[in-house]
């Protein structure tokens, strides 16, 4: 069974850093593009940033998170990261990580890891 484990939430003052890593796991043929959404309580899931699979990986980034989060993977180990850095307080959400999978029968998933909370506070 295919799925995504994420690690690296926890609270942070403002101005701070934080690494968000998701590893994919299972019967994998490739892992096509990865990326991160977060949530707050009677919000819309939004995109932070994503990255696709070809080398070099394009990255693209939602409006607010521009300039300070930076999204990469390691191919070799279906693992895509998020450095986030100089942390606002609405940065303050619950994270998920998100990939499009094709599976070891080639069949197509769209997947989406458990989410981790992020909060910036003093």
């Known amino acids: 069974q295919v799925q995504l484990v994420e690690s690296g939430g926890g609270l942070v003052q403002p101005g701070g850093s934080l690494r968000l890593s998701c590893a994919a796991s299972?019967?994998?043929?490739?892992?096509?593009?990865m990326g991160w959404y977060r949530q707050t309580p009677g919000m819309q899931r939004e995109m932070v940033a994503t990255i696709t699979h070809d080398r070099g990986g394009s990255t693209s980034y939602g409006d607010a998170v521009k300039g300070r989060f930076t999204i990469s993977r390691d191919n070799a180990k279906n693992t895509v990261y998020l450095q986030m850095n100089n942390l606002k307080s609405e940065d303050t959400a619950v994270y998920y990580c998100n990939a499009m999978i094709v599976d070891a029968v080639l069949i197509n998933r769209n997947k989406w890891g458990q989410g981790t909370q992020v909060t910036v506070s003093s």
């Open positions: 299972g019967r994998i043929f490739r892992v096509n593009v």
